[in-house]
């Protein structure tokens, strides 16, 4: 065998992961339940026209949706809530909506609106000092930046969202150390690196 074909046996690659640890539901049925009960619950706030509640509601069952693998249904819905959302931006519930919208686009493949949105809830965030809200986002735009193969730009994410949590949710640290050492083994193992852009420089 040549010395080249030995070091292809020898060589591990590892592709890009269209999803990058993305969260599944451990009890499907339970979770079918929960829609059902956060859109009746959505249904009630728009009946009396409680914008803290309708935004509280819709941002949980963008979430819901799109943990159940529809998140296409989740991102039309929740985009009907974004006018409200930035008109409330003082509301905390406002930038959580954002924040299931960014992940419902990012899963929809809609990488530019993804961004976006994360970039607009996590700026809130840190406008009005939501901590841990900054560093959901932080570590959820981080597994999107890892599918976009931008490694600096999540890495980058996952450490500051990790220094947050160290301060403010120690029991989420473990998730974040885990995120990092995926990244490091898709370096290891030949990921493709892009270039950092946009908003996702942070």
Not at 98 to 124: G, I, K, V
């Amino acid at each position: 065998m040549s010395m080249q074909r030995r070091a292809a046996a020898r060589e591990v690659v590892l592709p890009v992961p269209a999803t990058f640890l993305r969260h599944t539901p451990m009890d499907a049925t339970a979770l079918a339940v929960q829609i059902d009960r956060s859109r009746s619950q959505l249904g009630c706030a728009l009946a009396v026209g409680d914008a803290k509640q309708i935004l509280d509601h819709a941002g949980a069952l963008v979430g819901m949706l799109t943990a159940a693998g529809r998140e296409g249904e989740g991102l039309s819905l929740g985009l009907g809530h974004v006018g409200m959302a930035r008109s409330h931006s003082t509301l905390e519930e406002s930038a959580w909506l954002l924040h299931s919208l960014a992940t419902a686009a990012q899963y929809s493949n809609d990488r530019p609106r993804a961004n976006a949105l994360f970039a607009e809830a996590l700026e809130s965030a840190r406008c009005n000092g939501w901590r841990r809200l900054e560093h959901f986002v932080l570590h959820h735009w981080g597994r999107s930046r890892v599918e976009e193969q931008d490694f600096d730009a999540a890495e980058r994410c996952f450490v500051e969202s990790r220094s947050i949590r160290k301060e403010t949710d120690p029991a989420l640290v473990a998730s974040s150390e885990r995120a990092l050492l995926e990244l490091a083994k898709l370096r290891m193992h030949g990921g493709t690196q892009a270039q950092s852009k946009g908003p996702g420089a942070v």
